[in-house]
């Protein structure tokens, strides 16, 4: 995802641009959004660029956990600031009293971890806020204990965190930054959110938190969504639709 021109070098970042648009033979990025935000902010000309977005290997979702009627949300992310994560301890603390059954699962280490784990102390919630550190281990097995995934990020080109959540069949939540609108579809295969807003993501995670049936349908839909349209073999075949054509003509 493109950043502004630095106004210290404008003038070589626009000669630089002008040359890329120039002389690449095509122009690939990952989501729509990313390919408005080279036009927007960089000068790209429009219909310039193919989407071609990510994709994972083909796997079964993992057997879910069983927690004796706990509910766990959990979100696999740096916790840095732009990822949103303040805001989603924030919604969870709002919802820790009226939803005791709710466990919330945090990781990835980042810039915010240690003030995280300090408000979670202030909050008395230690026993209900799980920080994993770094995570090493299985991510499929790890997003099946997952009732409910939560991605609350400010900023997002098209994250790979979404697709694998897609893939465990995971009901969603997520704000609507990015990439991020493009694979997840409100109310369809998961639920959108404005970023910043821990009240409406306290929200969304509550009405899943106490729909059992929404929760199924949403993974079950997201799991189509991610065989649909983002397995690795699709993102192949995507690939060399776009660049056959240019190795044929260079041949």
Not at 15 to 29: E, F, K, P, Q, T
Not at 59 to 81: E, H, T, W
Not at 134 to 159: C, K, M, N, Q, R
Not at 201 to 230: K, M, S, T, V, Y
Request: aromatic share 6%.
């Amino acid at each position: 995802t493109p950043s502004p021109r630095r106004r210290s070098v404008a003038a070589w970042d626009a000669l630089l641009d002008r040359i890329s648009w120039r002389n690449a033979g095509r122009i690939i990025v990952n989501a729509e959004a990313i390919s408005l935000a080279w036009q927007t902010l960089r000068g790209m000309p429009p219909g310039r660029a193919d989407v071609l977005h990510n994709g994972l290997e083909d796997a079964p979702p993992a057997a879910p956990a069983r927690r004796g009627g706990r509910l766990q949300v959990g979100c696999v992310a740096r916790l840095d600031r732009m990822k949103g994560v303040l805001d989603l301890l924030e919604a969870y603390s709002s919802l820790a009293g009226a939803v005791p059954q709710l466990d919330l699962v945090l990781a990835g280490e980042g810039d915010v971890s240690q003030q995280m784990r300090q408000r979670t102390c202030e909050l008395g919630l230690q026993d209900r806020v799980h920080f994993l550190g770094h995570y090493t281990g299985d991510i499929a097995t790890l997003l099946a204990s997952f009732d409910i995934y939560v991605f609350p990020s400010l900023w997002e080109g098209f994250p790979y965190s979404i697709l694998e959540a897609m893939r465990a069949g995971c009901p969603i939540v997520a704000t609507r930054v990015g990439g991020i609108p493009e694979a997840i579809r409100d109310r369809s295969n998961g639920l959108l959110v404005a970023p910043g807003e821990p009240q409406a993501l306290a929200a969304a995670i509550a009405e899943l938190a106490r729909d059992a049936e929404l929760r199924q349908a949403l993974g079950e839909n997201a799991r189509l969504a991610f065989d649909r349209h983002f397995s690795l073999s699709r993102m192949h075949a995507r690939t060399r639709g776009l660049l056959q054509p240019e190795l044929a003509h260079e041949a």
